[in-house]
């Protein structure tokens, strides 16, 4: 090979070993189930999307006992925008009960790491205010 056609074809090896030593993790990984050797390199793409964030619907308690729907964004001064753990959402809770003066109830489910079923973690039942404190 001239030496002029050498460093083109370099290159393209050098490029394939690199996309190979960068693909080699993650399909012995995700095809074999396998954990990766500690020599390639390893990665899952989307791997924690949606993991941490719950599905929250907020409900006050009316007088005569019902349970009406409640907008929380709307309710809470200054809200956050996602909740993403059970105890952000027992925390919103109290927020809400402290702010509107009432009994708040929320239905919440978080989702899980593995992509599996949504974890239910409140239900309207639940009393999340603290009673006799003012929460």
Known sequence: MPPGERAPFLRVVVFVLAAV???VGSVYQQLLHRR??????????????????????WFVRTADGAL???DRQAAEPAPRRFLRTQREV???????????????????????RGGGPWRSVF????????PGAGL
């Open 21 to 23: 030593h960068l693909q």
């Open 36 to 57: 990766a050797p500690p020599t390639t390199m390893s990665w899952e793409m989307y791997g924690s999307v949606g993991s941490k964030v719950c599905a929250t619907a």
């Open 68 to 70: 009406a729907p409640l």
């Open 90 to 112: 027992q925390d919103a809770a109290r927020r809400l009960c402290r702010t509107l003066g009432a009994d708040v109830r929320v239905e919440a489910r978080c989702a899980t």
């Open 123 to 130: 239900q309207p039942d639940d009393q999340l205010c603290i």
